[in-house]
C-alpha cells in the first residue's frame, strides 16, 4: 500500500460507520463477510448498497449469488465481526444463523437484516458495488450498534 492510499484510507477511517455482516447461501454452504460500506439508495423502490473489493477471497462467490442478507451487527457481534473480517473466514457459524426468508440465511442477533435480490452491480474502481432491493427486512430494539471509527471498533455513547 503506497503512502498516499494508506493517508487516503486513514482520513476515511475518519468517518464513524456501523458494521454489517453481508451474508449468502452457496453450493459450498454459507458465507459471510464483514462489511462498513452499507447505504440507503431508495426508499421507492427499497434499494440498499455495499461494496466488495475486487480482491476479496469471497469475491467469486458474492459474484454468483443473486440473493443476500446485510445484517446490521450490535456491539454483542464484534466476534463474528472480527472473524468474518479476516482471509478465509468464509464460513458462518451454525449457532449464529437464522433461517431466512427465500433461503437466504441471516445472523441472529442481529439490530436489523435487509433480505435482497441483487439489482446491479457496478464498476467502482477496486472495488464492486452491489445495490440490492430490498424484499424483505426485520429490525430488532434494545440493543446498541456495533460501530467503527479510525480502524477501532467502538460503542456508542449518548450525547
Given at each position: 500500500m503506497t503512502t498516499e492510499i494508506r493517508r487516503?484510507?486513514?482520513?476515511?477511517?475518519?468517518?464513524?460507520t456501523g458494521v454489517c455482516v453481508v451474508t449468502?447461501?452457496?453450493?459450498?454452504?454459507?458465507?459471510?463477510?464483514?462489511?462498513n460500506s452499507f447505504a440507503s439508495v431508495s426508499l421507492d423502490p427499497p434499494l440498499v448498497l455495499w461494496s466488495l473489493d475486487r480482491a476479496s477471497d469471497r469475491a467469486e462467490a458474492f459474484h454468483i449469488v443473486d440473493r443476500f442478507a446485510i445484517n446490521?451487527?450490535?456491539e454483542e457481534m464484534q466476534a463474528i465481526s472480527s472473524a468474518l473480517a479476516k482471509k478465509g473466514a468464509h464460513a458462518v457459524p451454525v449457532e449464529a444463523l437464522d433461517p431466512g426468508p427465500h433461503e437466504v440465511p441471516i445472523l441472529h442477533g442481529a439490530l436489523a437484516q435487509f433480505i435482497c435480490t441483487v439489482e446491479n452491480r457496478h464498476d467502482g474502481g477496486d472495488h464492486v458495488i452491489f445495490v440490492g432491493r430490498v424484499t424483505?427486512?426485520?429490525q430488532s430494539e434494545g440493543a446498541a450498534p456495533l460501530i467503527y471509527y479510525r480502524?477501532?471498533?467502538r460503542t456508542l455513547a449518548e450525547a
Open positions: 487516503l484510507r486513514d482520513a476515511l477511517g475518519c468517518f464513524t449468502a447461501a452457496t453450493d459450498t454452504g454459507v458465507i459471510g463477510l464483514t462489511i446490521v451487527l450490535s424483505e427486512f426485520r480502524g477501532k471498533y
